[in-house]
């Protein structure tokens, strides 16, 4: 049920940026950035650290 909800946040997306203005659209991508940029140092981490899938899979249970 997750995947749908997701799926239609991700289909709605565009239809929701035209009706930001230039600002709102700066900000929105400043945060995106941002997250992305947090989610690719946790990967960093992950991988510098060489952390084991048992870790990742009792996580994920």
């Known amino acids: 049920m997750g995947e749908v909800i997701l799926l239609l946040y991700a289909a709605s997306f565009p239809l929701f940026m ?6 709102e ?3 929105l991508a400043w945060f995106l950035l941002l997250g992305a940029v947090y989610f690719v140092g946790l990967i960093a ?3 510098y650290r060489e952390t084991a ?3 990742y899979a009792r996580g994920w249970a």
């Not at 035209?18 to 600002?23: A, I, N």
């Open 18 to 23: 035209q009706r930001l203005q230039t600002r």
């Open 53 to 55: 899938f048992r870790d």
């Open 45 to 47: 981490t992950d991988l």
């Open 25 to 27: 659209r700066r900000l």
